[in-house]
């Protein structure tokens, strides 16, 4: 089955700091990546659509300056969350879209901590 | 806008036990219907993908139904076991201008006792 990586894994950084976050499609092209943020205890909430060679969009209330999203390739996204603060602190997991039936594999989760 | 609800949001069960984890949605021109697992800090696990033109899907001892005029999903886990706890996760992927984005229910936290 298709895989998803990232990482890293867990950081911890602290507060003002910026961080940076890998997705990578290992077997297969992915055109579309999205990035979610999970609080303790709550579902999986979108931040922001990524395509390919294009700029990312972003969901309601969702601060693109603050969480940079790049898809350079059709196999690398990277979010970067930017002066980082304690509220910032959140569970971060990224998917990549097959095509069709526009599938979603998803990566194992950043655990972000800032402190 | 696509909402999803999940019920229970937490069911216990023993060994053994059939069970039956329901998802129902708001927007019925949906593209697909997935289930996922999650464990406790980690990722998703994708279980089974309906496509809209079908009507179920079956992996082994899960066998997910989509009923789309209901606004309806079901997962149905035969032979519980201690493994199968972990959160259950179904979301509605539309299709065209939402660019098939998924909208997730939040979930069904399911423990099997041994």
């Known amino acids: 089955g298709a895989v998803v990586s990232q990482h890293p894994s867990w950081v911890i950084c602290k507060s003002g700091t910026s961080v940076k976050i890998e997705c990578r499609s290992l077997?297969?092209?992915?055109?579309?990546m999205f990035w979610y943020r999970q609080f303790p205890k709550q579902s999986l909430m979108l931040m922001a659509t990524?395509?390919?060679?294009?700029?990312?969009?972003?969901e309601q209330g969702v601060e693109k300056d603050k969480f940079l999203i790049n898809h350079a390739s059709l196999t690398l996204s990277t979010l970067t969350v930017t002066s980082a603060h304690p509220e910032d602190s959140s569970f971060y997991i990224c998917?990549?879209?097959?095509?069709?039936?526009?599938?979603?594999?998803f990566g194992p989760g950043t655990r972000l901590t800032v402190t | 806008k696509q909402e999803v609800t999940q019920i229970p949001a937490a069911l216990s069960v023993p060994e053994g036990e059939n069970l039956v984890l329901n998802c129902s949605f708001t927007?019925?021109?949906?593209?697909?219907l997935q289930w996922f697992r999650q464990d406790p800090g980690k990722g998703l696990t994708s279980l089974l993908l309906?496509?809209?033109?079908?009507r179920e899907q079956t992996s082994g001892r899960l066998n997910a139904s989509l009923d789309k005029s209901s606004g309806r999903s079901t997962l149905y886990i035969a032979a519980s076991q201690p493994g199968d706890s972990a959160t259950y996760l179904c979301?509605?992927?539309?299709?065209?201008?939402?660019?098939?984005?998924?909208?997730f229910g939040k979930g069904t936290l399911l423990t099997v006792n041994p």
């Open positions: 998917s990549a879209r097959a095509r069709v039936p526009y599938e979603q594999y």
């Open positions: 077997d297969f092209q992915a055109t579309t």
């Open positions: 990524s395509n390919e060679g294009s700029k990312a969009t972003y």
């Open positions: 927007d019925s021109a949906i593209y697909n």
């Open positions: 309906i496509q809209s033109s079908q």
């Open positions: 979301a509605g992927q539309n299709s065209g201008g939402s660019n098939y984005k998924l909208t």
